[in-house]
């Protein structure tokens, strides 16, 4: 593969389309994304592989759906890692990126840096939320955490909440190209099977952990084979083909599913970033008293706010801040 070739696939996600076998999919590669995203912070190497994996999922899924705003996946439990949070904004204008952030919360005294890192998480739930912004309701799903990777519990949450059958195939972490210096790679492919009008599950449970619906619960005789061949068919990736850089998406897609006559589309783009700002801090801040403000007011007189994404410093005058504020943000500039 040239340079050309190989920067053209960096940071992009290619949406594409089984036609024999009513599947759709995707496949994702983030490079310089996910070093940007782990960049903002300094976890240990067990937190910054749940951030990973989350990112990817987060990439995969968030183009699937058609966003005018913003996705976000939740992962919280009662383990060491409390909470892993990414948001997805889709892109605003056609040809834009799509933006991605992500950050964790741990309770580093916990941890156990040797285990798994999906171990650290324990009990607990997967969410997707989606907002299409203003004037619209909220939509939010969640499913028990179930499985062994975070990747599972996506399957999980599209099987039980959505009943669309749905597989990831996933790899990350630090690699090292000749020449360059080690950095963050991730690729994956998601295969879904296209939705139905009428879900065939059918009973109070399912056959997955813990009475959760899977895939052959879901789909009827015909399907079901379908669903087989192209999941055996992907069982066949290797890792370096998924993380490349040396093998194109296109050609992936050739080498894994050429008999199901795989169509694809135009590739999405994806950047690192971050919607905080120093209005949306004020908004925030804006439910509170001047007695709630003085509180939270430094010795420096100043009331300061970290965006826990990018790390991006606020600082603000306390008159300035609240229902009861008593100067407007510039009446001092």
């Known amino acids: 593969m040239t340079l050309g070739a190989r920067i053209a696939w960096d940071d992009t996600v290619l949406p594409f389309q089984l036609d024999r076998s009513d599947i759709r999919g995707r ?52 383990g060491p890692a409390r909470l892993i949070a990414t948001d997805y904004y889709g892109p605003t204008d056609d040809g834009e990126p799509a933006r991605i952030r992500a950050y964790a919360s741990y309770d580093a005294t ?55 059958p749905t597989r990831f195939s996933l790899t990350f972490g630090r690699s090292r190209l000749a020449g360059e210096n080690e950095r963050w790679r991730a690729g994956g492919v998601m295969l879904q099977h296209m939705p139905k009008a009428s879900p065939f599950a059918s009973g109070e449970g399912g056959s997955g ?37 040396q093998v194109q998406p296109t050609d992936l897609l050739v080498r894994l599913f050429h008999e199901e006559g795989p169509r694809v589309y135009d590739p999405q783009p994806v950047a690192f970033g971050c919607s905080c700002s120093d209005d949306k801090v004020r908004q925030s801040l804006s439910i509170y008293s001047a007695k709630d403000i003085r509180y939270m007011t430094t010795a420096e007189g100043i009331v300061t706010a970290d965006c826990q994404f990018c790390g991006a410093h606020y600082e603000f005058d306390p008159l300035t801040l609240g229902f009861e504020a008593v100067e407007g943000p510039g009446d001092n500039a």
């Open 27 to 78: 496949v994702a590669r983030l490079d310089g994304v996910l070093d940007r995203v782990l960049a903002q912070h300094d976890y240990p190497p067990v937190i910054e592989t749940l951030v990973a994996e989350m990112a990817l999922l987060t990439a995969l899924i968030g183009q699937t759906v058609k966003l005018r705003w913003k996705l976000s996946l939740q992962v919280r439990g009662d």
């Open 110 to 164: 916990r941890l156990d840096l040797l285990a798994a890192p999906f171990s650290q998480i324990g009990k607990g739930y997967f969410a997707i939320l989606i907002d299409q912004g203003p004037d619209t309701a909220p939509y939010q799903g969640i499913t028990p955490i179930a499985g062994n990777s975070l990747s599972a519990c996506a399957e999980t949450y599209f099987a039980q909440s959505e009943q669309l």
């Open 209 to 245: 952990e813990g009475g959760l619906l899977a895939a052959h619960d879901i789909l009827d005789e015909d399907e079901s084979e379908n669903w087989n061949r192209a999941n055996i068919l992907l069982d066949t990736v290797e890792e370096m083909e998924l993380i490349g850089p």
